[in-house]
């Protein structure tokens, strides 16, 4: 039997957690290095469609029954015009997706996404108050330098989790930062009693607004009691990216005055919203380089359009558990290459079809993103570098 490897992961975010989980389950040493002190209650919504519930559910019962106890279940994806309100697809989930790919969609605050997976991570495992500063692989393995001075040394493998403003991905690739794409975010989330007259409110339903980065998305959360609103909009002058900054819910109306007045019921509803710009990166040839590799926002962050960014995330976790399984230390290159090049097409596919910003506005075959299986993808042999 080959010895566990020692791991660490920067960055205790869903993706990096997701790793932890899967990598502890094969008995590898993981340490989480994580710059917050504390795991945070920030952030709202995640949409977890049936590509990331199945692989989330593989990393273990008590995983996917924490996710599913405080978790949504639209029942449909509908997808509607902005003014008239006609509908121009609907996709059943719920149960349907479950029979068809073999979970549903799962709609789920943040927090308690992260909760579901920090409990079955050891506690002790995780470094809090540890944001990776200097990465260098040495003869004994990889070094990391925390801002507080402190050090981890002789690792086997050192997994950039740590999002899109990645300290691993700029040492193995150099510092840039991400583009701001001219779009801003705005999130709300209102007691479903208050929308409950307006119509499919138990669904995820998208309104494609006139211009393609203009669109209203609303899906239940808290297992229906809130339901999540999440409107974007082109707007130039304001940069400022953030979980928890206020914005203006008069501001938030504006913009969208002119939507149907079902989409618009919604936005009255709201007492408070949050605002953030949107930032993204292109997607990058390779992700892996000696004993360093990357996953999630670290190596593809994406435009929210197609939700799919911490789906990603958990199907990168899995296939990289799965490439680190039985490996000894001298074959580590060879493994995250094998977990790169079995992820690299897929995401920068979701990547570049998030930026277009049509996928499924009329109708279409979701199998692709839906369908796919991060515990059955075949792992190849990388093509040479
Ligand atoms: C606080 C927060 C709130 C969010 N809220 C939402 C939301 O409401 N809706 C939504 O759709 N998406 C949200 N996201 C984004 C979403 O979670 C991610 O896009 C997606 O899950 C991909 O996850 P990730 O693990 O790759 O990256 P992230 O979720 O960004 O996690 C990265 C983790 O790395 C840590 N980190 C960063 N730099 C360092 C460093 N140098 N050293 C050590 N640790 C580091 C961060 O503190 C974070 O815990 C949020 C992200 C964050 C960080």
Same mark, same amino acid.
């Given at each position: 039997m080959t010895n566990p490897l020692k791991i660490g992961i920067a960055g205790g975010g869903i993706g990096g957690l997701a790793a932890a989980c899967a990598l502890q389950r094969q008995g590898h040493d993981v340490t989480v290095f994580e710059?917050? /002190?504390?795991?945070?209650?920030?952030g709202a919504d995640i949409n977890l469609t049936p590509n990331a519930v199945r692989a989330l559910d593989g990393l273990g019962a008590g995983i996917a029954a924490a996710a599913r106890a405080s978790a949504? /279940?639209?029942?449909?994806r509908i997808s509607r015009t902005w003014d008239t309100g006609e509908e121009t697809s609907r996709l059943p989930m719920s149960d349907a997706a479950e029979r068809q790919y073999g979970a549903p969609q799962l709609t789920i605050h943040r927090a308690d996404l992260l909760a579901a997976l920090a409990e079955a991570f050891p506690r002790e495992r995780v470094r809090f108050a540890s944001r990776c500063e200097r990465i260098e692989e040495t003869e004994d393995g990889v070094a990391v330098?925390?801002?507080?001075?402190?050090?981890?040394?002789g690792l086997d493998v050192l997994v950039g989790a740590d999002g899109i403003h990645s300290a691993v991905r700029a040492a193995m690739f150099g510092a840039d930062a991400p583009r701001f794409t001219g779009v801003v975010a705005f999130r709300a989330v209102v007691p479903t009693e208050r929308v409950k007259d307006v119509p499919d409110i138990g669904a995820f339903t998208k309104w494609w607004g006139p211009a393609p980065e203009s669109q209203i998305v609303t899906f239940p959360l808290n297992q229906g009691r809130d339901t999540f609103v999440f409107a974007t909009t082109a707007q130039d002058a304001w940069h400022e990216e953030s979980w928890t900054t206020e914005g203006s819910v008069e501001e938030l109306r504006g913009f969208y005055a002119d939507f149907h007045p079902h989409a618009r019921a919604l936005l009255d509803a709201c007492d408070s919203v949050l605002k953030t710009a949107l930032y993204e990166r292109d997607p990058l040839p390779r992700w892996s380089q000696g004993r360093l590799t990357l996953l999630g926002?670290?190596?593809h962050p994406m435009?929210?359009?197609?939700?799919?960014g911490a789906g990603m995330a958990i199907e990168d976790a899995v296939v990289l558990a799965r490439a680190?399984?039985?490996?000894?230390?001298d074959a580590v290159p060879h493994a995250l290459r094998r977990y790169e090049q079995a992820r690299l097409e897929r995401t920068a596919r979701i990547q570049v079809g998030s930026r277009g910003n049509n996928w499924l506005r009329a109708g279409g075959n979701a199998d692709w993103v839906y369908g796919y299986d991060a515990w059955q993808v075949p792992l190849a042999e990388p093509a040479a570098a």
């Open positions: 710059q917050s /002190r504390e795991y945070l209650r920030v949504a /279940r639209p029942t449909h330098r925390f801002a507080d001075g402190g050090e981890a040394r926002d670290a190596c435009m929210p359009f197609m939700a799919q680190l399984e039985g490996v000894a230390a």
